[in-house]
């Protein structure tokens, strides 16, 4: 007992004399950059940051996650530190610390182990978890997929429209409100996995609702998961849901049979094309890779399909049911460019306003409104300390920092007065720099943004040209967030078509 009390003194000693030298070791590796700290939001609870803590669960049980983050860009400034739950982070929405980020420092840059933990029981490691030469690999497989010839065919999506239009005509009554969300989301499983695979899964058609829905279900339960975990931060290890092994079970049930079949067509000597085309899972085949890392890869690619392109076509149809000026000013454009035949590739994207329109819907509601890097090595964020902002920031190796297009996308000394005003017409002159990032940027810029584009743009025509009705709720349907990793609209989009 008296050598316990002894030592004690000396723990707290060692413990204190540890936490100073970290400081004053930060202090000079700041120093040594010509650093000064950013704004710290909680500088009287540094590292548990628990009032913050609190707003934040309040600010997403209520779905104004997004704007809770966006008051503190006005109250702290558009670069400050934050703790949460012992996790110290860094926010920003400046251009220039994002373009840093993002590619100017690229390679001080990681995705990181905890974002890799986070998604890996869901869709493994590929290529939106990996990092170093995973990322590369993963990468290089995408890309034939995602090659000019695919998204130039504008066949597959026609054929999963006929399919939607005529299952959507059997559901719902002309005149009646239909929730055109889901819907989207099921066709973009059809799309995604026939672009993949050759082999659509089919939850379009009646017979394959309760399977899209099942699929849709697990895809949410996994992006809900892996949010939860990475907002935890050290925490993560807490986030359990009893229902993920059978999410997951539910993904790898409708995707192990394009992977199976892939294996099948390597091992019979077939090539890496599908009705004569790339598909990623015949080549991770043919290069002898294991099953569950092809369907790592599947899942990731599908992950995309279903989530961030199908929330810019739902988000489409939001705003265009919303802004019925908006939508009379398209339909003319689809009439005098196309007088009722099908769009084309080049038609699509040539359409002006069609193209403002679609950039307009991803500068106020981007996909993917935050995301998140982790230092792998001491670097420096051009901007955000001092007093006036614009002196560089340290951030020590295994720091995190936090980046937001919501907030970036929204700002009225980047975007005017009227930021915060859907308006089309703001491209007539607009040419986006590091302001407008909906498909991030740099090395690890979207590789899949032309195909989202041109197929946002061919299906929104598409619709135009079947219903010659397209109107939203009395009254109207306000955006609220449903944030996981992808951001969709709460409670669905609903449209009366007729």
């Given at each position: 007992m008296h050598l316990t009390l002894t030592l004690l003194p000396v723990a707290i000693a060692l413990a204190l004399a540890y936490l100073v030298y970290v400081q004053v070791d930060l202090y000079r590796r700041r120093r040594k950059n010509g650093c000064q700290p950013a704004p710290h939001a909680s500088p009287w609870d540094p590292i548990l940051g628990l009032r913050h803590a609190s707003g934040l669960h309040r600010a997403m049980r209520n779905h104004r996650n997004l704007e809770y983050f966006d008051n503190m860009f006005k109250s702290f400034g558009s670069t400050f530190e934050v703790g949460l739950l012992a996790n110290l982070m860094h926010v920003t929405c400046d251009p220039e610390n994002i373009k840093a980020i993002l590619a100017t420092n690229f390679n001080d840059w990681d995705m990181?182990?905890?974002?890799?933990?986070?998604?890996?029981?869901?869709?493994?490691?590929?290529?939106?978890?990996?990092?170093?030469?995973?990322?590369?690999?993963?990468?290089?497989?995408?890309?034939?997929?995602?090659?000019?010839?695919?998204?130039?065919?504008?066949?597959?999506?026609?054929?999963?429209?006929?399919?939607?239009?005529?299952?959507?005509?059997?559901?719902?009554?002309?005149?009646?409100?239909?929730?055109?969300?889901?819907?989207?989301?099921?066709?973009?499983?059809?799309?995604?996995?026939?672009?993949?695979?050759?082999?659509?899964?089919?939850?379009?058609?009646?017979?394959?609702?309760?399977?899209?829905?099942?699929?849709?279900?697990?895809?949410?339960?996994?992006?809900?998961?892996?949010?939860?975990?990475?907002?935890?931060?050290?925490?993560?290890?807490?986030?359990?849901?009893?229902?993920?092994?059978?999410?997951?079970?539910?993904?790898?049930?409708?995707?192990?049979?394009?992977?199976?079949?892939?294996?099948?067509?390597?091992?019979?000597?077939?090539?890496?094309?599908?009705?004569?085309?790339?598909?990623?899972?015949?080549?991770?085949?043919?290069?002898?890779?294991?099953?569950?890392?092809?369907?790592?890869?599947?899942?990731?690619?599908?992950?995309?399909?279903?989530?961030?392109?199908?929330?810019?076509i739902s988000t489409l149809f939001f705003c265009i049911a919303k802004y019925p000026l908006v939508q009379e000013r398209l339909r003319i454009e689809i009439s005098e460019t196309l007088g009722g035949r099908l769009p084309t590739y080049e038609d699509v994207k040539n359409m002006k306003y069609l193209n403002w329109v679609i950039k307009e819907v991803l500068r106020v509601y981007p996909p993917v409104p935050q995301n998140l890097r982790v230092a792998n090595k001491d670097t420096v964020l051009p901007v955000g300390g001092g007093p006036d902002g614009r002196s560089p920031v340290f951030i020590p190796k295994g720091h995190e920092c936090s980046f937001s297009s919501f907030s970036l996308h929204r700002r009225r000394d980047l975007w005017g007065d009227d930021a915060l005003e859907f308006k089309p017409e703001r491209w007539e002159k607009e040419r986006p720099t590091w302001n407008y990032i909906p498909f991030s940027g740099g090395p690890r810029i979207c590789l899949g943004q032309q195909l989202g584009l041109v197929g946002a743009g061919y299906v929104l025509v598409r619709f135009m040209q079947q219903y010659s009705t397209f109107k939203g709720p009395d009254p109207p349907q306000e955006w609220q967030e449903k944030l996981n990793i992808i951001c969709f609209v709460n409670h669905g989009v609903w449209v009366n078509l007729g």
């Open positions: 990181g182990p905890r974002r890799r933990w986070a998604t890996f029981e869901f869709v493994g490691v590929g290529i939106f978890a990996a990092d170093g030469q995973d990322w590369v690999h993963a990468r290089s497989a995408a890309r034939p997929q995602l090659a000019r010839s695919y998204f130039a065919d504008t066949a597959p999506w026609e054929k999963h429209l006929q399919i939607w239009f005529e299952a959507m005509q059997g559901q719902a009554p002309a005149g009646s409100l239909v929730e055109l969300q889901e819907w989207t989301q099921r066709f973009m499983v059809d799309v995604g996995t026939e672009m993949l695979s050759g082999r659509p899964l089919d939850v379009l058609r009646p017979h394959g609702a309760h399977v899209g829905r099942r699929f849709l279900w697990a895809l949410d339960r996994a992006n809900t998961m892996i949010s939860e975990r990475l907002r935890a931060g050290k925490m993560s290890f807490l986030v359990h849901d009893m229902k993920l092994q059978e999410a997951r079970r539910v993904l790898h049930e409708q995707v192990d049979p394009i992977v199976l079949e892939a294996i099948a067509s390597h091992k019979e000597g077939g090539d890496i094309e599908a009705d004569g085309k790339y598909t990623i899972p015949r080549a991770l085949a043919s290069e002898g890779m294991p099953m569950e890392q092809i369907r790592d890869h599947v899942l990731n690619l599908l992950w995309a399909a279903v989530g961030p392109e199908a929330s810019l």
